[in-house]
């Protein structure tokens, strides 16, 4: 019910938003010409560790798989869905190599704000170390 919470376990270890949840919708240009409607949902913890998620047409429930192409430079037109994990030092994506998925229970634009909720898992990877990191039995039931 938009309680505004946050949680996981990375590589094990768990992990709560203890620092600020934000939803930030927007939208770009797809390749046909229509308007695609993104959220960007972002999960911070004191610390340093952070979680961005972008997907794509949020009000659709159901499953959104990470499993595409994802690089910071790839924002523009339009971005994959795509799971990221921050630590200091580091940050780890998903894409064909390294899968996740999100399955969206709610998404609720009706009491005035948006709510979302659902679960999520991925594993995701330092481009630049090759680091793999692994999140399960992620929740969340956030609001804007």
């Known amino acids: 019910m938009g309680a505004h919470t946050f949680g996981c376990y990375v590589n094990g270890k768990?992990?709560?938003a203890?620092?600020?949840?934000?939803?930030?919708?927007?939208?770009?240009?797809?390749?046909?010409?229509k308007i695609v409607e993104l959220i960007d949902m972002q999960v911070t913890a004191i610390g340093g560790q952070n979680f961005f998620v972008i997907l794509r047409d949020p009000m659709q429930l159901g499953i959104h798989y990470f499993n595409k192409e994802f690089t910071p430079s790839s924002w523009a037109p339009v971005p994959n869905e795509v799971a990221i994990y921050q630590r200091p030092g580091a940050t780890y994506f998903t894409g064909p190599k390294h899968m996740g998925k999100l399955v969206?229970?709610?998404?609720d634009w009706n009491t005035g704000r948006l709510i979302l909720s659902g679960t999520l898992e991925f594993e995701a990877q330092d481009p630049k170390t090759g680091e793999v990191v692994e999140v399960t039995d992620g929740r969340f039931d956030v609001r804007m």
């Open 14 to 16: 768990p992990y709560v």
């Open 18 to 33: 203890d620092a600020s949840i934000t939803l930030t919708p927007f939208s770009r240009w797809g390749d046909d010409g």
């Open 104 to 107: 969206l229970t709610r998404a």
